[in-house]
């Protein structure tokens, strides 16, 4: 998969979600719920290209069309030039997955060499289904400013 700059890309970046410290003394990751959510130093960056753009910032309840993609990085630092990890939803074309609106979820390594894991249902589909209501994206790092102007 390619992904291009430049015209139509809308681009946000924010700090990741602080994560609890574990009650537990063992400092093991593999539990880790969600392949995108870091540590409280990591940072996260959206792109959305341009079919995309209008529900992403602009609607309330959003409703995105066949040919949104969404991509999320997960930068350690803010300045690193690359990813360690993509995940990527991509609304196809209708009927494609019942159980989540069309979106397809995919895992992509931070090189972009290849795509790790691509599901319709799972475990990404089962978190991110908390937001059914607005065509499963959660959108939470959109500014009060942003959210404000939604219609
Ligand atoms: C445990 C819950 C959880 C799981 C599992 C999860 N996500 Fe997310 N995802 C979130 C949250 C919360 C956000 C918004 C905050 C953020 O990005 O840090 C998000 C944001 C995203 C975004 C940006 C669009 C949006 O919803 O705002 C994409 C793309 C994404 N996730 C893809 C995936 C993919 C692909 C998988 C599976 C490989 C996955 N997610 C698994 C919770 C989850």
């Not at 681009?11 to 409280?40: K, N, Q, T, V």
């Not at 209008?54 to 309330?60: H, L, Q, Y």
């Not at 066949?66 to 939803?89: F, N, T, W, Y």
Request: include cysteine; charged fraction near 35%; aromatic fraction near 8%.
């Amino acid at each position: 998969m390619q992904i291009r700059g430049g015209n139509g890309i809308t681009r946000f970046i924010f700090p990741g979600p602080p994560r609890p410290r574990s009650s537990s003394s063992s400092d093991d990751d593999d539990d880790d719920p969600s392949p995108h959510e870091g540590d409280a130093t990591s940072y996260g960056v959206i792109y959305v290209n341009e079919l995309a753009r209008r529900a992403m910032v602009d609607e309330k309840k959003p409703r995105f069309p066949a040919g949104s993609v969404i991509v999320r990085e997960k930068l350690a630092q803010e300045a690193d030039a690359a990813p360690q990890v993509l995940v990527v939803m991509v609304k196809r074309e209708q009927g494609f997955n019942l159980k989540a609106k069309d979106w397809e979820f995919l895992t992509i390594d931070g090189q972009l060499s290849k795509v790790e894991h691509r599901e319709k249902t799972g475990s990404c589909r089962d978190c991110h289904n908390s937001q059914k209501d607005r065509d499963f994206v959660f959108r939470s790092y959109l500014t009060e400013e942003m959210r404000g102007k939604q219609k």
